[in-house]
Structure formats: structure tokens, C-alpha cells
């Protein structure tokens, strides 16, 4: 655990994230419920839904972070040094990643998925592959994209489909697309940071995501937008969407700093919350009534995810408080 505080956190940014911690545990707490629409679970495929949005606003906001952090560890002790140290954090997150994966196997709250590769192992693995990309310029890097997101579709289509497709978070043929989403991601930053007047990051930020969300949808009709198959109009559905709602963040939150901090607590801490979270959810499944979770009534599934939304914000709370942060 580390100090929270930092001179140079960005508003909106924490509060995006926070949210997307919000929603992933919401989420997580809803799939396995029932009467709760399937508009409100993972989307069959094809198919884009409300919880498929969970994944790539953690990737936007890991490659709004990524270009600024190697910079930071660049100038501290050197570009190798850096990189081998992002490399080393990228590398811990797959195998924290791991372990929770197979916690989640062994409790039974993987509802009903395969287990092996889940959101972490995702991130740390696209983070991973990116890594050495990050030193190219923003042009060259959603060139760069442009051809993972070929390789995948050709590989996808030829042969490994069902391996992808049998995994929650796409296992690693499914990395390349992930990876190309967060060259994009860190490519819009890169812009992002390059503006120095609110209304212009605002414009940068909307623009760019109903232009990328906009551009996923026109190809839907030969790549079918599925989170199921990581296919490239899903991650520009998903990327669209996510820099459209972090534009809105940016709208609220620059101009009104003193809205949300509860929230932004959360997203300064996301790591240690997406930990609690996962053994909140443990707890709440404990119970081996099917009334109490899978066959809950609406008024008890409400219930339990105002209890769980509720002790993440206090306990995002408590460690902010007390100035503490879990990172690698």
C-alpha cells in the first residue's frame, strides 16, 4: 500500500474510473440473478450491452495513464529501466489475474463462464503487448492497431473462434484485438493531453467517441459487433462509447470539482476496490439458498447491490482517509 495522493490526478479521469468500478460490481452481482433482463447482462453474440461497456473503459483509462507513466518512470530512471519495470507490473497484474480467476472457479461466482482468463489477465496481457508501441508517435500507433485488429479478424475467422469465444475475456488470440483498442486509447490521450482549454478536450473527447462508435457501427454489417468474439467493431463500439461517457466526466467534473468525490475515491483506488469487491461478492453468495441470490426477488437483489455499491464507496472512503492505495 502506497500514499493515495498525487499533484497531477486528473478529475474526470478518477471519477470514469470509479464508475466503471461501480458498474463492474453491479454488474457482476446481476449476472447471475435470474429475473434481471439480459439487456443488463453480457450480450449474447453478436451483441453490445450495458455490462460490455465494464471492459473498455478500464482499458481507456489504463491508456490514458500508460503514455504519462512512462514518461514519468523514463525521466526517473531511464527509457530500459522503465520499461522493464511497466513490463514487471504488467506481468504481476496477469498473475493476480490468475489467482483470482481460479478463486472465483473454486467459490463458484463465475457464473457458469470459463474461468482461465478473466478482465485482469486481459489488461495486464493487452498492456503488455502495447508496451513497446508506447514510444512510437499517436499516428503510428493507430496504424498499428489498424493491423492487430487485421491480424485477430484473420485468425479469429480461420482458427481459433472457439477458443475465443469460450472465455468471458476472449483468452490470449483475443489479446491482440484488446491491445489494439488501448493503442487507440493511448493515441487519444496523447491528443487529449496536447489541448490545453477545457472546451477543446471536451470537443476532442466527444467527437472522438461518436466518431469511433459511429465508425464500429457502419462495419457491423461485416464484422458483427460481439463482445463474445472481441471482434474490432465491438472494440470501437466499446471505445466510442467509453471516450464519449469520459468526455461527459470531463464536462461535469472540470467544471465542478466539488461534485463526486466519493466517486473519484474510488477510481483513485481501483486495484484494492476490485479486490474487496470480489470478496464482497463471495460473502454475499455464501448463503446456499436459492432465494437468497440466483432466485432472489427483485426486492432483494436491489437491496444487495445498494449494499455493495454502498461498502465500496466507504471503503474507498476509509483508505483515502487514511491515505493509502494499493498499486503495483
Known amino acids: 500500500m502506497e500514499n493515495s495522493s498525487a499533484p497531477d490526478r486528473i478529475r474526470s479521469l478518477d471519477g470514469f474510473r470509479g464508475a466503471a468500478i461501480l458498474l463492474m460490481a453491479a454488474g457482476d452481482l446481476l449476472a447471475g440473478v435470474h429475473w434481471v433482463p439480459d439487456a443488463l447482462k453480457h450480450a449474447p453474440d453478436p451483441g453490445f450491452s450495458l455490462a460490455d461497456l465494464v471492459a473498455p473503459m478500464f482499458l481507456v483509462a489504463i491508456g490514458f495513464t500508460a503514455g504519462r507513466s512512462l514518461e514519468r518512470r523514463t525521466a526517473a530512471m531511464g527509457r530500459g529501466p522503465a520499461l522493464a519495470r511497466l513490463a514487471v507490473r504488467d506481468l504481476a497484474l496477469i498473475g493476480i489475474g490468475a489467482i483470482f480467476s481460479a478463486g472465483q472457479a473454486i467459490a463458484g461466482t463465475d457464473n457458469g463462464t470459463d474461468p482461465v482468463w478473466g478482465v485482469l489477465q486481459a489488461l495486464g496481457a493487452a498492456s503488455l503487448l502495447i508496451l513497446p508501441l508506447l514510444l512510437l508517435p499517436a499516428w503510428a500507433r493507430v496504424l498499428a492497431s489498424a493491423g492487430l485488429f487485421a491480424l485477430f479478424q484473420v485468425l479469429s475467422d480461420r482458427l481459433f473462434l472457439g477458443a475465443i469465444v469460450s472465455q468471458l475475456h476472449n483468452g490470449l488470440v483475443g489479446v491482440l484485438s484488446w491491445a489494439a ?8 490521450a496523447d491528443l487529449y493531453f496536447q489541448l490545453s482549454s477545457y472546451a477543446a478536450r471536451a470537443g476532442w473527447l466527444l ?33 466510442g462509447v467509453s471516450l464519449f461517457v469520459l468526455g461527459l466526466f470531463h464536462l461535469v467534473q ?6 463526486f468525490p466519493r466517486l473519484r475515491a474510488v477510481g483513485r483506488n481501483p486495484l484494492a476496490l476490485y479486490v474487496a469487491h470480489l470478496l464482497l461478492l463471495g460473502l454475499l453468495r455464501i448463503p446456499p439458498w436459492d432465494a437468497w441470490y440466483a432466485g432472489a426477488p427483485a426486492w432483494l437483489t436491489v437491496l444487495q447491490a445498494a449494499a455493495l455499491v454502498a461498502a465500496i464507496l466507504g471503503l474507498a472512503a476509509l483508505l483515502e482517509r487514511k491515505g493509502l492505495a494499493l498499486k503495483l
Open 181 to 188: 483498442m488501448l493503442l487507440l486509447a493511448t493515441a487519444a
Open 207 to 239: 467527437g472522438a467517441g461518436a466518431a469511433a462508435g459511429l465508425l464500429g457501427g457502419l462495419l457491423h454489417g461485416w464484422i458483427p459487433v460481439s463482445k463474445m468474439r472481441a471482434s474490432p467493431t465491438y472494440m470501437l463500439v466499446g471505445l
Open 254 to 259: 472540470e467544471a465542478r470539482p466539488a461534485w
